[in-house]
Structure formats: C-alpha cells, structure tokens
C-alpha cells in the first residue's frame, strides 16, 4: 500500500497524535522541572557521584497462604491439587488426583512444566490451586506454591505438614 | 564576685557543651547541622540510655552507642539523607541489634570462616555465587575481618544460598562447596567475586585451578551427590532461618535487617563487639 493510499483521516490522526504527543512531553517536562525546583531534596541532572546499584537478589517466588490438612477448601471440587514431592513418592501415594510438579532446591522448575500446569488449571475452570510437598522444615509445598504463585497464578495455598497429614494414618505408618 | 565566676563560666562553656561532641556531628553546617538537631532531639538510643540522642550526649559519661548512633546520624546527614531516610535506618538498625526473636540455627561446621576463632561476634552471610551485590559487599567484609577494623573482633562464615532465578547459581553454588571442601574457599571466592562480569561456566575449572585447586578433583566435586547435597542443606537452613534475598547477614545470631552498606555493618559490627566485650561508655 503506497503512502497515497491511505485514507486522508489516517495520516492526518497520526500527524495529530504526533503533534499531541510531542506537546504532552513538553509540558509535562516542564512541569517535572518545576517542581524539581521547588523540591526540597532536587534530583541532579546530570549525576554528581558514581551511581552504583546494590539491590540484594531476591528468590523469586509470590505469596502463599497455608491450609489446614483438614480444610474443607481441599474437597473442594473448585480445587486444583499439585503434588511437590519427587516422582517415586508421588507413585507410591498421591491426594486425590493431584498433579504432580516436583520441587526442587537448587533447579528451578522448567517453564515447560509450568506452562503444562498453567494450562491445566485453567481447563480444569479451578479457583484455587492447593500444593503439598513434604511437609518437613522447609516444606516443598509452600516453596512450589511461591514459585506458582510468583509466575501469576492466583490463590496459591499449601497444606501444612504437606502428605504426611494429608495421608490417613493407616497407610502413614503411624508416622501421621 | 563567686557568683559571677561562676555565671561567667557558665555563659563561656554552655555553647560548647550545648555542641553535639561527635566528630562528624561538629562538622555539620547550615541546614545539615539544624537537620541533625532535630533528629538527635526526637531519636532514643535502643539501648544504655532513656534520654534522646542529643540528651545522652551531654550525660558523662557518654554511652558507646549513643556516640555511635549520633555519629551515624551526622554522617548520613552528611551525605545528603533525608530526613525519612535517617530515621528509617535507625529504625531498622534497632530492630537488627535488639531482636527479641528466636535466634537463628546456622551450623556452621560446614561453613568457610575466617577471622579469629573465638572472636566474639559471629558474622555469617547466606549469599549466592552469581549475585552481583554479594559479589560486591562480601570481598569487603572478608578485607575488614581480614586485616581491617574488624580483625581480632569478628569471625565471618559464608553459607551459600543459591538463588534459583540466577543463571547457573547452582553450577558456581557447588563449585563453592567444592572448593571448600579442598581448604581454598576464599581464594576461590574472592577470585570468582572478582571476575564476576566475565563469568562462564566453562571457566569455572581454571578458575578453580588457579585458585591452588586439582582442576579433576574438582569437576568431580561439582559432580559429586554428596555435594549436592550439601549445598541444598545450606539452601534449605537458610530458607528456615528467613533468608529470602542475598545477601542477609546474621550477627551473633539476629537476622540484620538494617542498610546494607559496608560502612553500616562495619559499624554494628563494631557496636556488637563492644557489647560483647562489656564496653558500655566512653571514657
């Protein structure tokens, strides 16, 4: 399409918006230095000192809230069950239909997975996703459910005392 | 003509006295000097005396750590803090030195020290082989503890805590326990911290190597379960302790939540030690 064939409202809003846009930078320019003049602790224009940033590193990770063994919300059928616990332990005993999405400390989880369980969860229509891991100081529930819930699913929760108090007694080996 | 010795000493000596007596605080001028006042005259010291700052100050003798904070104060003032900013540091220093929670469980068996061993503030640092401010502040910690002010008074521990956004923080994470348990952990530290803009996993080795390491035993460390296992060990203690970000430092035990600047730690280091050491007052 050659610049001729534009419709003439087209280039004119664009040269409008131009116009706009260049005006809307100024002014607001002009505002930002004024009130840095009259701010009591004035931004430097140009740097007086060699600007380092120290920010400490972070591990990434959102907020999670921790559930009972007993909460209702966990028979919930709005629920959606992930399993942090390796493989070989989720073969043996899993809550339910619980997926599982093993955690562990040093690899972070591959974005593949995540993707997987972002999918799932959004097909299974669920309000909340519930994580248990190993229920041990740290747990892996509540550290899988920050990482969850740090790459934006919403209303991560983990059982406290992850499978060893979900699990019934009789197939816990007492250790409930 | 008693009372007007006196009334005359009074009027001569009352300006000096009324003066903060702290290096950094005489220094102050202007807006700085009247900005500092205020602050003295609001802020308590968290410890030693009841009175503000600037009331403890002019007590004889003066509290170590009242000199310490107004000094503090100034300084920062000094260096163009507002107001806010000074008085949230305070803060959070306070809450790092006087922590009334449970203190944190480091075991430090299998952390790297240096310092002298029955100095009596522990330092112990959770921090990541690829953070870039850990590469920055711990070289200078390791100097200061080395053979700088705080020599002879602190003993500093290194626990790793690789920080699983980071790129191969647990490639270099076990490269630091491989080289701690081959007795050339600061050497490999340093080096590492050193050249932390041109790192590459591949490099890894020879920097190992030239750190005074078998560059086989090594690689076979890094490969090794057992240090694996080790460094998640660490990770996980560092969880259990509240360690969400590096670097966080332990001092004797308390989680310090204060500014993290070397002169800062430098000087509650310092404070530490002379709580530890029974020094209460400046003669």
């Known amino acids: 399409m050659s610049k001729s064939d534009h419709p003439g409202w087209l280039t004119a809003g664009l040269g409008t918006a131009t116009r706009d846009a260049v005006v809307m930078a100024l002014l607001l320019g002009g505002v930002g230095i004024i009130v840095n003049f009259f701010h009591p602790e004035k931004i430097p224009f140009v740097a007086d000192a060699e600007y380092e940033t120290m920010v400490p590193c972070p591990e990434p990770g ?9 909460d209702p919300l966990l028979k919930s059928e709005a629920t959606f069950l992930v399993d942090a616990r390796p493989a070989e332990q989720h073969e043996q005993w899993k809550y339910q239909d619980a997926m599982n999405v093993p955690y562990d400390y040093l690899d972070p989880t591959p974005e593949a997975t995540l993707l997987d369980l972002a999918r799932r969860i959004a097909r299974s229509k669920s309000q909340r996703v519930v994580v248990y891991g190993d229920g041990d100081e740290p747990d892996t529930g509540e550290q899988l459910g920050k990482e969850i819930s740090g790459h934006g699913i919403k209303n991560v929760f983990f059982i406290r005392g992850g499978a060893p108090a979900l699990r019934p007694e009789s197939e816990n080996g007492g250790e409930r | 003509m008693r009372n007007a010795l006196i009334a005359f000493t009074l009027i001569v000596l009352s300006p000096t006295l009324g003066q903060a007596q702290t290096p ?40 170590a750590l009242v000199h310490r904070l107004a000094e503090n104060v100034c300084g920062r003032v000094s260096r163009g803090q507002s107001e806010t900013q000074v008085r949230r540091a305070l803060s959070r220093r306070a809450r790092s030195m006087v922590s009334m929670g449970k203190k944190a469980q480091i075991d430090l068996k299998d952390a790297s020290g240096v310092g002298k061993a029955d100095a009596p503030v522990i330092l112990v640092e959770y921090a990541c082989a690829r953070c870039p401010y850990c590469a920055k502040i711990t070289p200078k910690i390791y100097e200061a503890v080395k053979k700088g002010p705080l020599a002879g008074k602190v003993r500093f ?29 600061w050497e490999f530290l340093l080096l590492a911290y050193e050249r932390f803009d041109a790192f590459c996993i591949k490099k890894q080795v020879d920097w190992a190597e030239e750190a005074g390491m078998d560059p086989a035993r090594f690689s076979e460390l890094v490969a090794s ?21 590096t670097p966080t430092f332990f001092i004797n035990g308390r989680k ?23 020094v209460t007052h400046r003669r």
């Open chain 2, 157 to 185: 521990y290194f626990k790793t805590f690789p920080i699983r956004g980071h790129e191969y923080s647990k490639e270099t994470g076990l490269g630091f326990v491989a080289a701690h348990r081959q007795g050339k952990f």
């Open chain 2, 256 to 278: 310090f939540v204060g500014e993290l600047a070397i002169e800062e730690l430098i000087d509650v280091l310092e404070e530490e030690f002379d709580r530890a050491s029974g």
């Open chain 2, 225 to 245: 379960p057992d240090v694996r296992a080790q460094l998640v060990e660490s990770k996980k203690e560092g969880i259990v302790n509240g360690v969400d970000a």
């Open chain 1, 62 to 70: 959102g907020l999670v809230e921790g559930l009972g063994s007993d």
């Open chain 2, 24 to 63: 950094a605080c005489d220094g102050l001028k202007g807006e700085h000097a009247a900005l500092a006042k205020k602050i003295l005259q609001s802020e308590h010291p968290y410890d030693c005396c009841d009175d503000t700052i600037a009331a403890c100050l002019k007590k004889k003798p003066v509290c």
